[in-house]
């Protein structure tokens, strides 16, 4: 399995745009689950986002991404596989005896 890093270029935000937020965030939220996603970032100003998705392969990472419900807005898309993809660990709370 491999990770893969896209950079997307993305429109002028229109209300069209947004009215497909809902569906494409729950789309999203789905592939996190399942552990596809690995991390998923929008820039401030709206213009870039970026993801790193898991995949065999850097055709079933491209798959991936054309099923995004915004894909057909993308003005551009790069893939690039990456060697590997670090985050930090969820923490968990501190235990407390009492």
């Not at 991936?64 to 893939?79: E, G, I, R, S």
Request: aromatic share 12%; charged share 20%; net charge negative.
């Amino acid at each position: 399995m491999g990770s893969f890093l896209f950079q997307i270029d993305l429109p002028e935000f229109t209300a069209e745009l947004a009215a497909l937020i809902p569906t494409h965030r729950a789309y999203i939220d789905k592939l996190f689950k399942k552990g596809d996603m690995l991390s998923y970032s929008v820039a401030l100003n709206r213009d870039k986002l970026w993801c790193v998705v898991a995949a065999e392969d850097e055709e079933q990472a491209v798959k991936m991404v054309l099923k995004l419900p915004l894909y057909a807005y993308f003005t551009d898309v790069v893939c690039i596989p990456l060697m590997f993809h670090n985050t930090s660990p969820a923490a968990l709370p501190a235990i407390v005896l009492n």
